[in-house]
């Protein structure tokens, strides 16, 4: 019986020390993570307007999703009900001209071997939700901050996220609030946001990035769990412009902001069959053009409204009943992005125009590490360090004059 005892003690001990160490590691990792100089911020200004569509002939959209969950990790992540397959052949019978599936942290090689294979996943396993959707990616990034995590914590995951792909966006900010509107004042080193996700419209995250002069180009997707429910295939969706479709045009094209979300209104309650038969008439942008410092938009069929959305997510002028409108952009605009409400329910969201001075418009300035307070708190850490591991070494002399 004592041998027993004495065994489920030192398991007890050995279960005691490993969480500690664990514990210990993931303390670490927040301690040591840098401090940040975020950039000082200013609007988009300039005697010049930047139109992401100039070169856009309306000719050549392809509609995509690169966001949806398969089977990973033995069933035990959000998905496990989905095979890539099935998943596949539900988007084909909807109609969609690329798909990329993003299970957590794993690159889903289902059809590696096709021309038009363009690898990702879905990059975090934090309590507080803060993703990050990695497109045309070399590996994954196993590195994250568990528990909640500050600004300094999330720019330091989106530094180490640069060159592990070729796009990474922040995935479905809105969600859990994993990203505020302050942080997309601040943040940098990324290349879009997610602003249509399944049920999650995270435009107040977009217009905050856009007020401070940070050019971000926006992706829609489904995000789908389940793909038996038809509510969450083809609820959201990118059109890209892209010729042939190839993945090095559709990743060019996401980059540069030659593209635009949909978001359908009406998706509830219709079967796939339904769904595919609406999907053959979905309206499209024929034409996103400047002329004479106005914004011209035209859509292929009318509109209930089209809205023109500026500084602060401020709505600027709204035009109802037309497929056709124009907003002159003052000289106090410093951005003008604009929304389609059409008819047959769905949302359009087109990436914003925007001022800028100069031969092209400037990169946005990149978050810094303070090295000073940096420096101070990694002491400090090694500090508590050094003042726990010596209270134990002498708890542990104490304990040992003790037995004796």
């Known amino acids: 019986m004592k041998i027993i005892q004495k065994i489920t003690v030192r398991i007890a001990k050995i279960i005691l020390w490993f969480v500690l160490c664990l514990l210990f590691v993931i303390l670490s990792a927040y301690m040591l993570c840098p401090v940040y100089h975020f950039p000082e911020t200013q609007p988009f200004s300039g005697n010049k307007i930047f139109n992401p569509y100039q070169e856009v002939s309306g000719n050549y959209w392809k509609k995509c999703n690169f966001h949806v969950h398969s089977r990973a990790w033995g069933g035990i992540t959000a998905g496990s009900e989905n095979s890539s397959q099935k998943i596949f052949g539900v ?12 299970d957590y942290m794993r690159i889903n090689t289902y059809q590696s071997g096709d021309s038009h294979y363009l690898p990702g996943y879905e990059h975090g396993f934090g309590m507080g939700k803060n993703h990050q959707l990695i497109i045309g990616a070399k590996n994954v990034l196993w590195f994250d901050f568990p528990f909640l995590q500050n600004r300094h914590n999330k720019q330091f995951v989106l530094n180490h996220l640069k060159g592990r792909s070729q796009l990474y966006f922040i995935a479905h900010p809105e969600f859990n609030h994993s990203y505020s509107p302050d942080d997309f004042r601040y943040l940098t080193n990324y290349d879009g946001v997610e602003v249509l996700n399944h049920f999650r419209i995270s435009d107040r995250q977009w ?56 978001a359908d209104e009406k998706y509830a309650g219709l079967s796939y069959e339904q769904k595919a038969e609406r999907f053959k008439n979905i309206p499209f942008v024929k034409k996103i053009s400047i002329n004479n410092d106005s914004l011209i938009v035209e859509v292929s069929e009318p509109a209930s409204e089209i809205r023109f959305i500026g500084q602060n997510g401020v709505k600027k002028m709204t035009i109802a009943g037309s497929r056709r409108a124009a907003y002159f ?42 090295w000073l307070w940096t420096s101070v708190l990694r002491l400090l850490f090694v500090l508590i360090v050094i003042i726990i591991v010596s209270y134990f070494k002498q708890k542990r002399r104490k304990h040992s004059k003790h037995e004796i």
């Open 329 to 370: 952009i003052s000289p106090a605009d410093t951005y003008i992005r604009t929304e389609v409400l059409c008819n047959s329910g769905f949302h359009l969201y087109l990436n914003p125009v925007f001022r800028y001075s100069g031969d092209q418009p400037k990169a946005y300035p990149l978050a810094t590490v303070d």
């Open 207 to 262: 217009d905050a990035a856009l007020s401070v002069g940070h050019y971000l180009p926006l992706i829609a997707d489904d995000d789908g769990h389940d793909i038996s429910n038809p509510n969450e295939a083809g609820r959201c969706f990118t059109m890209i412009d892209a010729p042939s479709g190839n993945p090095s045009q559709l990743v060019a094209s996401l980059k540069a902001g030659r593209t635009y979300g949909v």
């Open 91 to 102: 988007y084909h019978q909807l109609g969609y001209d690329h798909l990329s599936i993003s």
